[in-house]
């Protein structure tokens, strides 16, 4: 579970893909410094498990004896690169990151799970003078799960919905999200990860809905 609270612009420093999978390499010592093989991680809002930390000899060692953690390494499968944009990274590729939040730690966004429920597109960004509307596509199956001034999760970060209609919505972006997430830097194009308020998944089972 997360909170869509970016602690970290993280860095792709490889990826290997085997068959219809891959193993990636991401560059960050802010999420590794506790970090173990086993503890789970977001990447632009997916939830993915620590195989391994990549770093100087040493990198266990007790702070400030030795150097520690500079990336992680995690496995990525055939149905994550199917449904996310991970399928789309490469060395260099710039991507946020969020440890997974502790029972004690504040709720700083809101229930987070890591798991994609789709992909959108960057429609269109309109400067304001102290932040950013965002307009992105927004899958037809996805739609009754978004009103206004409710949360959902873009490429990992926890946004409230500012407006939205058929096929989109819009979020605004203060500057610290512009200078913290790969939001800042992405253009009309762009594919990003949603995920919608599981909230709102299950009062519609529990209505009668499908899921």
């Given at each position: 579970?997360?909170?869509?609270?970016?602690?970290?612009?993280?860095?792709?420093?490889?990826?290997?893909?085997?068959?219809?999978?891959?193993?990636?390499?991401?560059?960050?010592?802010?999420?590794?410094?506790?970090?173990?093989?086993?503890?789970?991680?977001?990447?632009?809002?997916?939830?993915?498990?620590?195989?391994?930390?990549t770093g100087p000899p040493g990198l266990t060692?007790?702070?400030?004896?030795?150097?520690?953690?500079?990336?992680?390494?995690?496995?990525?499968?055939?149905?994550?690169?199917?449904?996310?944009?991970?399928?789309?990274?490469?060395?260099?590729?710039?991507?946020?990151?969020?440890?997974?939040?502790?029972?004690?730690?504040?709720?700083?966004?809101?229930?987070?799970?890591?798991?994609?429920?789709?992909?959108?597109?960057?429609?269109?960004?309109?400067?304001?003078?102290?932040?950013?509307?965002?307009?992105?596509?927004?899958?037809?199956?996805?739609?009754?799960?978004?009103?206004?001034?409710?949360?959902?999760?873009?490429?990992?970060?926890?946004?409230?919905?500012?407006?939205?209609?058929?096929?989109?919505?819009?979020?605004?972006?203060?500057?610290?999200?512009?200078?913290?997430?790969?939001?800042?830097?992405?253009?009309?194009?762009?594919?990003?990860?949603?995920?919608?308020?599981?909230?709102?998944?299950?009062?519609?089972?529990?209505?009668?809905?499908?899921?």
């Amino acid at each position: 579970m997360f909170t869509g609270i970016v602690e970290d612009l993280g860095e792709v420093e490889a990826i290997e893909h085997e068959g219809d999978s891959a193993r990636i390499c991401i560059r960050s010592t802010t999420v590794t410094a506790d970090a173990r093989p086993g503890d789970s991680i977001a990447v632009n809002g997916v939830c993915l498990t620590v195989t391994g930390l990549t770093g100087p000899p040493g990198l266990t060692g007790p702070a400030g004896s030795q150097p520690g953690p500079t990336g992680f390494i995690a496995d990525v499968m055939g149905e994550t690169l199917r449904l996310t944009s991970l399928r789309d990274i490469a060395p260099g590729t710039r991507v946020n990151l969020e440890r997974s939040v502790r029972v004690t730690d504040r709720l700083g966004g809101h229930l987070v799970q890591g798991h994609v429920d789709g992909t959108g597109t960057i429609l269109s960004r309109s400067p304001q003078e102290h932040w950013d509307v965002v307009r992105i596509s927004l899958p037809k199956d996805m739609g009754r799960y978004v009103a206004r001034k409710g949360s959902i999760t873009v490429d990992g970060i926890s946004l409230t919905v500012s407006n939205t209609s058929d096929g989109w919505f819009e979020v605004s972006l203060i500057p610290e999200t512009l200078k913290r997430t790969t939001l800042g830097a992405r253009q009309p194009g762009d594919l990003v990860n949603l995920e919608v308020d599981v909230i709102a998944k299950y009062v519609e089972k529990l209505l009668g809905g499908t899921q």
